[in-house]
């Protein structure tokens, strides 16, 4: 009961529109936090996913099909960055009660970010399999790029069209709601039972089935990586090096897929209790404009920033164009030192062999 009093809201009809407002809303307060974080997570996801698109395009030796998945999970996550700050206008209360098309834009707005994290998601499971095949079957074909990228569109488009049907935005800057509600676009007749159908498909294809392929393909990588005995006779330095990529491959893993799940988690589980249950009551033609589900639903969003930081820190060689970008940009190194670094950037590691385990680092 007192968790019913917490997330339950109060109704509000704007036209053919049902809008819910917490209880609890007073001032702008909540508001101003939550768009703050939104926009950190935007920049975020902007800078850090850009200049992981940066990197691999400079670098020759970052060409692999891996790399190029990386690239295509960091066009989805700046895709949703934009998306973020793209909203605050095309879902704006004044651009939806008076703009030409506007509940189509704010729609496609909405849509846009949708795809995003299904890409994203979608890409984090290729890279998974494209490792587990790298690390467990290092003489198998290596698969391209092309087609798995192609797989990640085409799917994100077809579960994200099963929105266009009924669709719950956040409305910014009412005069009623405050900075941030709640409305329903494209209200129609759909049952409770396809929504629950609906609801059902989205949990299972954005986030048990991409979470489970992917942390089962990374256990038999961390098995595998754990497992390996480096082969012939080896210095005490390299078996110190060899030892030291290991663990922080095993990291890398772990960190994508435990922060990928908990981001998620919240939300879906708010999803699951609203339509499965009667913890969260559910009426037809409302939503959820609590701050509980606001921050359940940005710490989700906020999944489309951390792959990059996950990237930098954990692989030696994404980190080290990260500092020298940084001391580039903002410790305004002489002329000398950064042409030094250019020669150095073009001699690259091209003499590291494909069997080496540092290939495997990424």
């Not at 498909?201 to 098995?223: A, R």
Request: glycine fraction near 6%.
């Amino acid at each position: 009961m007192a968790l019913n009093q917490s997330i339950n809201a109060t109704n509000v009809t704007i036209g053919n529109n049902t809008i819910a407002d917490d209880t609890a809303y007073e001032d702008d307060s909540r508001d101003w936090i939550v768009l703050v974080l939104y926009l950190i997570t935007s920049i975020l996801a902007i800078v850090g996913n850009a200049f992981i698109c940066v990197v691999v395009y400079r670098k020759k030796h970052f060409r692999s099909t891996t790399y190029k998945l990386i690239v295509n999970m960091a066009v989805s996550d700046i895709i949703g960055g934009i998306v973020i700050p793209g909203q605050w206008l095309f879902c704006s209360t004044y651009f939806l009660d008076n703009g030409v098309f506007a509940h189509r834009i704010c729609g496609i707005c909405k849509s846009l970010q949708i795809l995003s994290y299904y890409v994203s998601t979608f890409t984090m499971t290729a890279i998974a399999i494209d490792r587990y095949r790298l690390i467990c079957k290092p003489l198998a074909p290596r698969m391209g790029p092309l087609v798995p990228i192609l797989i990640t569109w085409l799917l994100g488009a077809l579960f994200t069209s099963t929105t266009f049907f009924s669709m719950r935005v956040s409305e910014y800057f009412s005069p009623t709601q405050g900075l941030i509600g709640c409305r329903v676009i494209f209200p129609s007749d759909v049952s409770l039972v396809l929504r629950k159908m609906r609801v059902m498909l989205t949990i299972i294809t954005q986030y048990v089935m991409p979470l489970s392929i992917t942390g089962y393909f990374y256990g038999l990588v961390v098995y595998a990586v754990w497992s390996r005995e480096q082969v012939g006779t080896a210095s005490q330095t390299k078996t110190k090096s060899f030892n030291e990529n290991k663990k922080r491959t095993v990291k890398m893993l772990i960190t994508v897929t435990v922060l990928f799940g908990l981001a998620w988690f919240p939300t879906h589980l708010m999803h699951y209790l609203k339509f499965y249950t009667k913890v969260i009551p559910v009426s037809k033609g409302t939503c959820n404009a609590t701050t509980f589900y606001m921050l359940c639903y940005w710490l989700g969003i906020s999944s489309c920033c951390y792959n990059a930081f996950i990237y930098c820190y954990f692989n030696v060689e994404f980190k080290t164009e990260a500092i020298r970008g940084w001391n580039r940009l903002f410790l305004c190194l002489p002329i000398e030192m950064q042409t030094k670094q250019k020669r150095e950037d073009e001699s690259g590691t091209n003499g590291t062999s494909s069997t080496d385990y540092k290939s495997t680092n990424v």
